[in-house]
Nanobody
């Protein structure tokens, strides 16, 4: 079983919203980097948003102003609030954590991965 467990995916119409959740065990949740990635069929994996241990967030250009990454330390849970969803956002969304250090937060090769949650946006 994957150490990270995503939930909250689903099917929505364009302009709708979803909130993804990622429950992590403590040793993974305490990683220097946690983030959300996505991959559509036939496409390469993309980094969507990253939150480092200091609370600094970075976003891919294609989601700036629409998505917000956050976490609840009391629940060991990472979130991705997705607003103004568009069909091009359709993908499998993965939660991931990297243990190496904040200098590696922008990498695509994280240490821990969830199994993903599907997001489908129809026009």
């Amino acid at each position: 079983q994957a150490p990270l467990v995503e939930s909250g995916g689903g099917s929505v119409q364009a302009g709708g919203s979803l909130r993804l959740s990622c429950k992590a065990p403590g040793y993974v949740y305490r990683s220097p980097c946690m983030g959300w990635f996505r991959q559509a069929p036939g496409q390469e994996r993309e980094r969507v948003a990253v939150l480092d241990k200091y609370g600094y967030a970075t976003y891919a250009d294609f989601v700036k102003g629409r998505f917000t990454i956050s976490k609840d330390n009391g629940k060991n849970t990472l979130y991705l609030q997705m607003n103004s969803l568009q069909p091009e956002d359709t993908a499998m969304y993965y939660c991931a954590a990297d243990s190496r250090g904040t200098a590696y937060c922008q990498s695509l090769t994280y240490s821990h991965w969830g199994q993903g949650t599907q997001v489908t946006v129809s026009s």
